[in-house]
Every structure is written in structure tokens, then in C-alpha cells.
């Protein structure tokens, strides 16, 4: 086979991805087009892997054999070497032998930090001990170049990594750093983006579909939302004139709203945080000014409506508004396609880099598609959209006293307002979740994330609010008291949930993860719940251990997976959140149509299709640790259902 040199079905050695490991994997299959290999672990995760990362199996037991002849006093200088604080101006004299050794010295520490981390994080948070193999077995299936053990600097390292380091450490940081550097260096001569072989959504019929099913689907809602009997029964009202569908001034208030919302990206206010590491090893920055870019906003608005100026225009043209949006997505994602096809390969998404023209122009060729460091995913996914829907719903209300002579909105319009707006708010609030989300990190910017960013978002979400300017509901107090109840439930799993994993994931060591950051109320509804569950359906779980310290499974990348608090739970317990507040978001259109509970059915798919989505991710990332996780905790969002 010409210009490969591992053939299908070898096993061969293969080094694991950011490290210096080597583990005993098997090629599956070989990308022309690429170059790359996919190769399986022996814990069933499969990776696309360069062939200098590929070693036969002969080559590396005559390095085994080598390394372990070295003698023990030789491992005792080296360590010593490596701790002295004079070790740089040291370097400058080395022998070319020396210096070979100081390489090999610098792979070392590398594979040291992740033996470290695991190490460290087992002491902190008494940690599952059902490892998956490739953790447990270092020794066997996995050969490490040089073992030796520097238990301070180790220490330091994984400080360093996850910013546990005392301040007053400081002198000793530009050490550590430079042999941080040295880590990310070696992690940007990593692979290009492999292509994506495994179409979602239908593959290439199912997103042609897409691109025009979405767009009918916003403008159906929008028109039976308007009719008196909103009946999704009902025949299709006729489609009103082209022409009344588009106004001029309207999708110049649109550009203004967008532009304004990119000035405010723009400002210097706000910290600046790293994302997670790209393919390359390179980390994109992003500045955290959501929250600011929404007071701003809700500024300008506050001007706007002191001066008058009538924010129901809006609502006597949301259509039109929603056309101009759309146009403008179409238009945006068809510059995203072309830009992407100069983007070098290593910047693709990989997930939208099929080769297949409409399936990467829906699901988005680039990545971080950027215009210097205007990063236009980052700005997309909770800008003009998001904070749009509240701005939406706002003229709504208006709307609603306006048209109904009313001099305070309904109890139905306050309750969707309310939770709807805390929902955006702790969205920006926590802005730098984003960055972990797989919109950021595996969905390229294309056409699905423009339109649901620009037009799903704004124009869908607010579909409550529509509906009950035109079919006015009321409820009681009682009933308000319940539904509001139910949604602090919702937001509470949800939240909690989510700090939960991201406090876990930048700090794994963090002592407040453990019990005390579980409220009593938290504990007392697991408790009822999981006690009436265990009662009803006789099923066995162990709820005291949801309050114990958080435990996890460590797996073969460094992270771990937690498997008590939320995360025990459910596989999915944000989600589970998200949905009940979707509910509560409804119950105050009433049950005369199924109309406003659009958003509730739409979303259960949503998440449910996204959950099998990121399932399957996570199997190829984490392998029999996943599957560990999965035997733990069997119930993927809704507890003893599904
Ligand atoms: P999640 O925040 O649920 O993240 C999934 C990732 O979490 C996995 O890929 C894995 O990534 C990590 N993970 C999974 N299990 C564990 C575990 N046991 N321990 C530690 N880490 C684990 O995914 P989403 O990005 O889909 O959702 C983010 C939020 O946004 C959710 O609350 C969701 O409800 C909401 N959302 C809202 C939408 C809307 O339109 N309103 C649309 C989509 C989402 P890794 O291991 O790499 O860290």
C-alpha cells in the first residue's frame, strides 16, 4: 500500500494525544486525503492519529528494554538536575548528550503532570476506584518513556494547571510557566482536523431539509400565533404578500440592533479568559462582557421608552422583523462557507468537515471563525439573539396593555417575562460556561447556529409572550404561586447542576465541591424524590452517597467523571432543569392550545437528540470510562424513565 505505512488491522503502538504515552492500539482505517490514521484503544476510544505518532510494536519493546536497563543512581541525578533553580543557565553549557537527556527530561514532565493530577485529585476527593483499565494498568498496556518521580514540582505543576497556586508563589512562576509553554508547544504540532465521516442530522438530505423546514417552521408559528383560534388543527392561514413581509426601515432597525450589540462586544470592559485547547494546542481568548453588554442595553432601552418611543413596534412588525433576520443569517452563513474554505484545515470544525457542501454549510466549516479578535460564534450564541428574546418579550408586555387598555400587564405576561428574563440573565452572567459547550468547541459557525442563534432564539422563544397578546390568559395567584414554584425547581437543578460540572471541571481539587455545596434544599428534594422512587419502583440507589464528598471516575484523558451529586443523578441533570422550566414557562398560556407549549415539545427533542449527540462524543473520548459512567448512572435526563 503505497504512501502508508501501518496497514488495517496492525496492532501497533500509538501515542495518546497532548502527552508522551504510548498505548497498544489497532488501526481501524487509513484517510487518504488526510493522511491520518483511526486507531482504536484498547478501552474502545478511537482517534485519527498522524503516523510519526504511530510506532510498530517491535521498535518500542527494544526502547522498553533500553529505559528500564538505566541505572537507578543515573535517574537520582537527572531528578536533582531538573529541581535546581539554576537549571536554565545550566543549560546554555550542556553537551549535545545533555541536552538530549534535558528532552527527554521535558516529555517526562509532561506525562508526570497528568500521573499527578490523578494522583492528586484521588487524595482530595477520595476518588471512585472502578478506574478504567487504561488508568489503572500504566504499567502494562500503556509505556511510559522515562518513569521517575519529583513529587514537588509535580505538585506544582498541577497547582499551576488549575490555578490552586498560592500568590506569593510568585517568584517561582516564571519557572513553572516556562515549562508550561513547553507543554503547549509540544501540543500545537498536534494533527489537522480529520474529515468527519459520521454525518448527524440526516446527513446531507437531512440538513438540505433543514435549511428550509427551520425558516417555514418560524414563520408557520408566527402566522397561527396571530390568528384568533391558534389551533395548530386549524388550516394553515393563506401566506400573506411578499411584499408586507419586507420593509426597508425594519431590517435597518435590525442591523442597528446588531451593530450596537457588537459595539458593546467591542468594549474594554470585562476580564479576558482562555477557551479550551484547540486541536493545535492553541487557546482562543474571549472577553467575558455579556452582563455588562445586557445593563448597557437595558440603558439604552430605558432611554428609548423614557422619551417615548414605542417599543410595540416591535410587535406591529414582528414579522417583518423576523424576515430580516433570517435574511441576514442566510446571508452571514453564506459568507461563514465562503470564508471557511481559505481557513487552514487545522481551524476546521470537527464536526462540519464532511467535504459535502450543504452538510458543512449547515452544520459550519470553521470553527472560530473569527475577523481579527472579533470571535462571531462567541458573539452570536448570547448577544444579539439572546438578549433580543427579552427585549421581545418586553415590547410584548407593552404590546399587550396597549392593545387591551390594560395599566398593568396580566399575571400571565409577568410570570413569562420574569422567567424567561432570569433565564437570559444567568445565561450572561455565566457567559464563560459557553466556552465549554459543544456549540463552541465541536459545532463549526454555520447556518444551523446563525439561523437558531439570530432567528430561532429571538423569534421562537418568545413565542409565549405573542401568544398572549392575542389570546389573553388568566390565572390566579395560587396557580401563579405554583407555576413559579415549579420553575425555581427547574432553575435551581439547573443551575446547580451546571456549576456543579464547570466548578469540577477547572478545579477537580476544589474542596467546595464536596457536600457542603449542596444545600438542604437540594438534599431534601433528592431525598423525597429518590426515596419515593426507591418506594414505587423498588430501585436500589444509595442517595446517601449523593451528599458524601463528590466522587468521579478518572478515564485515560486526565478528566474525571463525576458520579455522585447531579451528575449521579442523571446523566444529563442540566438538562433536566432546562426542561422543567421550559414547562413552567408555558402552564401560564393556559390549555386552550397547544400552541405556546410548542417551545416545551420542541425542546425535549432538542435535548434529547443533543444528549445523544454528546453520548456519542464522550464514548469516543472516554471509552470504557464512559461506559463505567453510563452502568453507574443508567438514566440519561428524566430519573426512572429515561
Ligand atoms: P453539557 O453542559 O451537559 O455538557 C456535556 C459535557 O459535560 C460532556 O461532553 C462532557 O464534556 C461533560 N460531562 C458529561 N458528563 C460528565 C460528568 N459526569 N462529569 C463531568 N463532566 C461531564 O452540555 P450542553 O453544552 O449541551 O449544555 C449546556 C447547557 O445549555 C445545559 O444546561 C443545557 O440545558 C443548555 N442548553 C440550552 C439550550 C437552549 O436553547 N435553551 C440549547 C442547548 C443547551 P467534557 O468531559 O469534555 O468536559
Redesign the pocket.
Known amino acids: 500500500m503505497p504512501g502508508r505505512k501501518f496497514a488495517d488491522g496492525e496492532v501497533v503502538m500509538g501515542r495518546w494525544p497532548g502527552s508522551v504515552l504510548y498505548y497498544e492500539v489497532q488501526v481501524a482505517s487509513y484517510d487518504d486525503a488526510s493522511h491520518l490514521y483511526t486507531v482504536k484503544y484498547k478501552d474502545g476510544t478511537e482517534l485519527a492519529l498522524k503516523e510519526s505518532d504511530i510506532r510498530s510494536l517491535s521498535s518500542f519493546r527494544h526502547r522498553k528494554s533500553q529505559s528500564s536497563s538505566s541505572s537507578p543512581s543515573r535517574r537520582s541525578s537527572s531528578r536533582s538536575r531538573s529541581r535546581s533553580p539554576g537549571r536554565p543557565a545550566k543549560g546554555r553549557r550542556r553537551s549535545s548528550s545533555q541536552s538530549r537527556e534535558h528532552k527527554d527530561d521535558r516529555k517526562k514532565t509532561i506525562q508526570e503532570t497528568n500521573v499527578a493530577l490523578l494522583k492528586l485529585s484521588e487524595n482530595n476527593t477520595q476518588s471512585y476506584n472502578g478506574e478504567p483499565d487504561s488508568t489503572e494498568r500504566n504499567d502494562t498496556s500503556c509505556i511510559i518513556l522515562e518513569q521517575k518521580s519529583k513529587p514537588e514540582l509535580e505538585i506544582q505543576r498541577v497547582l499551576e494547571q488549575y490555578s490552586l497556586r498560592p500568590r506569593k508563589e510568585e517568584k517561582k512562576k516564571e519557572e513553572i510557566y516556562s515549562e508550561k509553554k513547553i507543554f503547549e508547544t509540544r501540543k500545537t504540532i498536534e494533527k489537522a482536523t480529520p474529515k468527519t465521516k459520521e454525518l448527524e442530522f440526516g446527513g446531507r438530505i437531512g440538513t438540505f431539509v433543514m435549511i428550509f423546514f427551520l425558516p417555514a417552521t418560524v414563520f408557520y408559528l408566527l402566522l397561527m400565533c396571530k390568528q384568533d383560534d391558534a389551533s395548530l388543527l386549524n388550516f394553515p392561514p393563506p401566506l400573506p404578500a411578499l411584499e408586507s413581509l419586507w420593509e426597508a426601515r425594519v431590517f435597518g432597525v435590525f442591523l442597528l440592533w446588531f451593530f450596537l450589540q457588537a459595539l458593546f462586544y467591542l468594549l474594554p470592559i470585562g476580564k479576558v479568559v482562555e477557551g479550551?485547547p484547540l486541536s493545535n494546542g492553541r487557546k482562543l481568548q474571549y472577553r467575558i462582557n455579556g452582563f455588562y453588554a445586557f445593563l448597557l442595553t437595558a440603558a439604552v432601552i430605558g432611554t428609548l421608552l423614557y422619551f417615548q418611543f414605542e417599543l410595540h413596534y416591535l410587535y406591529d412588525h414582528f414579522m417583518q422583523f423576523a424576515v430580516s433576520a433570517a435574511v441576514f443569517s442566510v446571508a452571514l452563513s453564506i459568507y461563514l462557507y465562503i470564508r471557511s474554505l481559505k481557513a487552514p484545515e487545522e481551524e476546521l470544525a470537527p464536526g462540519g468537515n464532511s467535504g459535502y457542501f450543504v452538510y458543512d454549510f449547515f452544520t459550519g466549516h470553521e470553527l472560530n471563525p473569527r475577523i481579527g479578535s472579533f470571535d462571531l460564534k462567541y458573539f452570536c450564541e448570547l448577544r444579539p439573539g439572546l438578549i433580543g428574546w427579552v427585549v421581545i418579550n418586553l415590547a410584548m408586555l407593552l404590546a399587550e396593555m396597549k392593545i387591551h387598555n390594560q395599566s398593568v400587564p396580566s399575571l400571565s405576561m409577568i410570570l413569562v417575562n420574569s422567567f424567561q428574563l432570569l433565564?437570559v440573565v444567568d445565561?450572561l452572567w455565566n457567559e464563560e460556561?459557553?466556552l465549554?459547550?459543544?456549540?463552541i468547541?465541536h459545532d463549526g459557525f454555520g447556518f444551523m447556529l446563525a439561523f437558531?442563534d439570530l432567528v430561532w432564539?429571538p423569534f421562537v422563544?418568545s413565542l409565549q409572550a405573542l401568544y398572549l397578546v392575542g389570546h389573553p390568559t388568566a390565572i390566579s395567584w395560587p396557580v401563579a404561586a405554583a407555576i413559579t414554584t415549579l420553575n425555581c425547581i427547574g432553575y435551581y437543578i439547573?443551575r446547580s447542576?451546571?456549576s456543579q460540572?464547570?466548578n469540577?471541571?477547572r478545579n477537580p481539587a476544589d474542596p467546595k465541591l464536596a457536600c457542603k455545596c449542596i444545600s438542604l434544599f437540594a438534599q431534601l428534594l433528592y431525598s423525597v424524590s429518590l426515596c419515593y422512587l426507591n418506594t414505587h419502583f423498588n430501585c436500589g440507589t444509595d442517595y446517601n452517597t449523593l451528599f458524601t464528598d463528590l466522587k468521579?471516575?478518572p478515564?485515560a484523558?486526565g478528566?474525571?467523571?463525576?458520579?455522585t451529586g447531579w451528575?449521579?443523578f442523571v446523566?444529563?441533570p442540566?438538562?433536566l432543569?432546562?426542561?422543567i422550566m421550559?414547562l413552567a414557562w408555558s402552564l401560564p398560556c393556559g390549555f386552550n392550545h397547544i400552541l405556546p407549549y410548542f417551545y416545551v415539545i420542541y425542546?425535549i427533542c432538542?435535548?434529547v437528540h443533543?444528549?445523544a449527540r454528546?453520548e456519542h462524543?464522550?464514548k469516543q473520548?472516554?471509552g470504557l470510562a464512559w461506559e463505567k459512567?453510563c452502568q453507574r448512572?443508567p438514566y440519561r435526563i428524566f430519573p426512572y424513565i429515561y
Open positions: 479550551l433565564y445565561a460556561a459557553v465549554t459547550t459543544m456549540d468547541t437558531g432564539v422563544y439547573f447542576a451546571n460540572k464547570n469540577f471541571r468521579f471516575i478515564t484523558t478528566k474525571g467523571l463525576l458520579v451528575w449521579g446523566r444529563h442540566n438538562y432543569g432546562d426542561i421550559a425542546f432538542l435535548l443533543r444528549e454528546d462524543h464522550c473520548k472516554y459512567y448512572v
